[in-house]
């Protein structure tokens, strides 16, 4: 009975820091609070706005114009009167020419473009070195390894120990079936359509194909039937199929070396997924939205007593190459951005920027959907990387997640807001839902769990019944 009340009054204790700490993100995100006004020199600072910035764009090198100054010690009476002077020639008018001549210079800035959906993604040189921005996404880095790491924890504990009352609530819910059958399509993979016969290669190509098509409805303004919306899914198909192959080869090359059998899977299901994300992605603003997908990859036979530390070893490998291919497409754009600079020649300036164009655009493309995919695959959930490196050790995830969600926060979630002014941002109002909504299932299950199943037995005599 002490047990049982002392748990009851630590749930209550949390839930009243939780609940305070949640209406205070929803309050100053909707402008009810200006937290400014509590701090020194509050008159000064400007109010927090309700509508949210205005969103970077990183298509256009900044050009700083130097101040131009006039003396004060100027005499008029030194100038020379302009009225004795002889009226002059009207001069023809003259304008610009659109298109320039052969052989004219041309400032390659001029002719280098990006596509709308990766002019909101930084190249290096664009990255904030502001000191508010950067520490305000290292909390956000911190807190989410705080989050992710303990909820994905304690779900996981409570979901083995728990097994056999779940069983029973789903058996006299009648509903253990349909959850029987969703594993079942997570499970499901194209595995012995893509081993072998003439399928193999159109299987591959019209998946990854469904996949740039889905990707390039993040972009908004942007049908896919016009011939721009066509070179958009065809970048985003092979910036899919480029970042899904790399994690692949590592998982090959591991499972050489094992000596260990391996076969190239794809899962179906992950297509579903694909379009759940990029749907929540329109609705809720973000930008430049989720491409999160996984269309496949190596499956290697690990014996059972080396499985854990292997497959963390496979997801550390599958992780450092699919940032690696990140961190290359990430020095490409930061090249050509160092490069817009420069001068060409006229006759050679549409082809050299059309192609430095494809270029940057493909490379910012790799990045963030390279980010992104090592991002989500090492939150530490149920059969992701992530959760094979937590498993194996908790402050070697520790270590590769921080930065990894540094970075993502840095460049895409919040590239130019410091702490207050980030509740304003659409992306990092999603994140706060995302973690609130973490820990609130988390503490219902805790609470059902660890609280009320031992009321309803202890004082109701309620027992549930267990599985069999």
């Not at 092979?238 to 899904?244: A, D, H, N, P, R």
């Not at 490069?339 to 963030?368: E, M, P, W």
């Amino acid at each position: 009975m002490v047990k049982l009340v002392g748990r009851l009054i630590g749930f209550g204790m949390f839930m009243l820091v939780f609940g305070c700490a949640g209406a205070f993100v929803l309050l100053v995100s909707l402008g009810a609070v200006d937290v400014r006004a509590l701090l020194p020199g509050a008159s000064e600072l400007p109010p927090l706005s309700v509508s949210e910035p205005t969103r970077p764009d990183f298509s256009v090198p900044d050009v700083s114009i130097p101040d131009i100054t006039l003396p004060d010690n100027i005499d008029p009476s030194a100038l020379p009167d302009l009225s004795e002077l002889p009226e002059l020639p009207q001069l023809p008018e003259i304008t610009a020419p659109e298109v320039f001549q052969p052989g004219e210079p041309v400032v390659l800035a001029r002719t280098v473009t990006r596509r709308p959906l990766t002019a909101q993604v930084p190249a290096p040189q664009q990255v904030s070195a502001e000191p508010e921005v950067v520490g305000t996404n290292m909390f956000y880095a911190i807190l989410m390894a705080l989050i992710f790491g303990a909820t994905s924890t304690m779900l996981g504990d409570m979901l083995r120990d728990e097994e056999p009352r779940i069983r029973a609530w789903l058996r006299a819910m009648g509903i253990d079936g349909i959850f029987e059958w969703i594993g079942q399509v997570f499970n499901f993979t194209l595995g012995r359509a893509v081993q072998r016969g003439c399928l193999t290669l159109p299987i591959v190509v019209a998946i990854f194909a469904l996949y740039g098509v889905i990707f390039a409805f993040l972009e908004e303004g942007t049908s896919i039937l016009t011939r721009e919306g066509a070179f958009l899914a065809v970048m985003m198909a092979f910036t899919v199929g480029l970042v899904s192959f790399s994690g692949d080869i590592a998982r090959r090359i591991a499972g050489r070396i094992w000596h260990r059998d391996s076969r190239f899977q794809l899962y179906p299901i992950n297509l579903g997924i694909a379009v759940v994300t990029v749907a929540l992605s329109r609705l809720l603003n973000l930008s430049p939205g989720i491409a999160f997908g996984t269309p496949g990859g190596a499956e290697v036979e690990l014996p059972p007593e080396e499985a854990e530390r292997r497959e963390a070893i496979l997801a550390l490998l599958e992780m450092l190459l699919v940032v690696a291919l990140g961190a290359a497409g990430w020095a490409v754009s930061g090249t050509i951005f160092a490069a817009l600079g420069t001068t060409v020649d006229g006759r050679v300036a549409t082809l050299v920027g059309d192609l430095l164009s494809a270029a940057q655009n493909a490379g910012l493309a790799i990045f963030f959907v390279a980010l992104e995919t090592a991002f989500f695959g090492m939150l530490p959930l149920a059969y992701s990387a992530g959760r094979s490196l937590l498993k194996w050790h908790v402050w070697l995830w520790a270590a590769l997640f921080v930065p990894l969600a540094f970075l993502f926060n840095h460049t895409l979630l919040n590239p130019q807001s410091g702490f207050l002014d980030s509740f304003m941002v659409s992306n990092v109002r999603a994140m706060w839902i995302l973690l609130f909504g973490l820990v609130a299932v988390t503490a219902g299950l805790w609470f059902y769990f660890n609280v009320l199943d031992d009321v309803l037995q202890e004082w109701a005599g309620i027992a549930p019944r267990r599985a069999r």
